[in-house]
């Protein structure tokens, strides 16, 4: 089970401001911990997100083991026309999950 | 010795008067303890990890399960109706075993005598979806846990276990959480222990846990045995926590640190 938030207002003046915000379920395990029987518990974190408005990349960021579980990003964008939001998070282990918001800018 | 008698009894006295329980008009969420910016994860839907759990809920009610092949929504439809304000009563009395269970195993219950499914286990994924799906629900609804008469030798019970000192520290849970509930320990502060958020998601965990997680972690505190998950005294806690919260708003999912 793997859910997303995303909070991306539904509507906008041209040339405003916006806050993006997406929540991202993910255990975000470090790799540096070990189970009782000594083993290390394998690193299993999401590398990277990245955010495209209309086909074009707006946001980038790379995570490491030290971003907690579930991580929460948040990031401010000028919006210039109406559209759609595209957000990916990649990481270990084939994790991949995409979401989408669209905006409407009058 | 007679003088050290005299200390003893000065020490009995100061303990009876100390372990008063908490007049209604000073009882406080624990919400009320912390920072403003945990506040505002709690308080903003998409900004509390609480909530990936009520949509992992939400995917879990449609989901046809066991040999009835049912999902919680054919008998229970939409949760969001249906399940409105039905947490604020748990711990509820189950008249089939006679004796109260709480959300986690009421839940169980009806995949086992309705889905026939085999029951979920404690803090696992799902279970905790499930039951913050229901607890969700009844966010801002003021708790009635305990409004049934049946409960009430359940309710001494839990009672009696909250002031019992107990584990190798020799505390009970009053012993913090009504005599020393305005001070700190090793930083944090002890709250007042009603349980209005659960499930809540705890930031020292890094996931959503349940009341009888937390009910365990504060037994290892005090370095005493803690009780299985499902065991029915942690049910009677719960029961007793809950009913001494009487009246207070439901914040499910809530955010601690």
């Known amino acids: ?106 | 010795m007679r003088f050290f008698g005299t200390i003893a009894a000065a020490l009995l006295m100061a303990d009876a008067v100390h372990a008063a329980e908490i007049p209604p008009a000073e009882r406080r969420s624990g919400y009320s303890f912390m920072k403003p910016e945990t506040r505002a994860m709690q308080d903003d839907d998409t900004a509390n990890p609480g909530m990936l759990w009520v949509l992992d809920g939400e995917a879990l009610w449609k989901r046809k399960q066991g040999a009835a092949d049912k999902a919680c929504a054919d008998c229970h439809d939409n949760a969001r109706n249906s399940m409105k304000g039905v947490a604020a009563r748990y711990p509820a009395f189950d008249k089939a075993l006679g004796r109260p269970v709480d959300l986690e195993q009421r839940i169980n219950l009806c995949r086992t005598n309705r889905q026939q499914a085999t029951p979920l286990p404690f803090e696992g994924r799902e279970l905790l979806a499930l039951t913050n799906l229901v607890a969700r629900q009844s966010q801002g609804v003021a708790i009635e846990t305990g409004s049934d008469p049946q409960l009430v030798p359940f309710i001494a019970k839990g009672r009696e276990l909250f002031m019992q000192r107990q584990g190798q520290l020799n505390l009970g849970c009053a012993n913090c959480h009504d005599d020393n509930w305005d001070k700190r320990l090793a930083g944090s502060a002890i709250t007042q222990g009603h349980p209005t958020g659960y499930p809540l998601y705890r930031l020292e965990w890094q996931s959503l846990g349940s009341l009888q997680r937390r009910l365990r972690a504060c037994m290892s505190g005090i370095r005493a045995p803690a009780y299985d998950y499902g065991a029915p005294e942690l049910v009677e806690l719960e029961l007793y926590l809950m009913s001494r919260a009487g009246g207070m708003s439901m914040e499910a999912p809530a955010v601690r640190p």
């Open chain 1, 1 to 106: 089970m793997t859910s997303a938030l995303i909070n991306v207002p539904a509507k906008a003046k041209r040339g405003d401001i916006i806050e993006i915000k997406t929540l991202m379920s993910h255990i975000m395990e470090t790799g540096y911990r070990h189970m009782a029987s000594g083993e290390v518990v394998p690193r299993d974190i999401i590398t990277s997100f990245a955010c495209r408005f209309n086909g074009t990349e707006i946001f980038r960021t790379d995570l490491f083991p030290a971003i907690a579980a579930n991580p929460f990003i948040s990031f401010f964008t000028t919006v210039t026309e109406s559209g759609k939001f595209e957000f990916e998070w990649i990481g270990d282990r084939g994790f991949s999950e995409t979401a989408t918001a669209s905006i409407s800018v009058e």
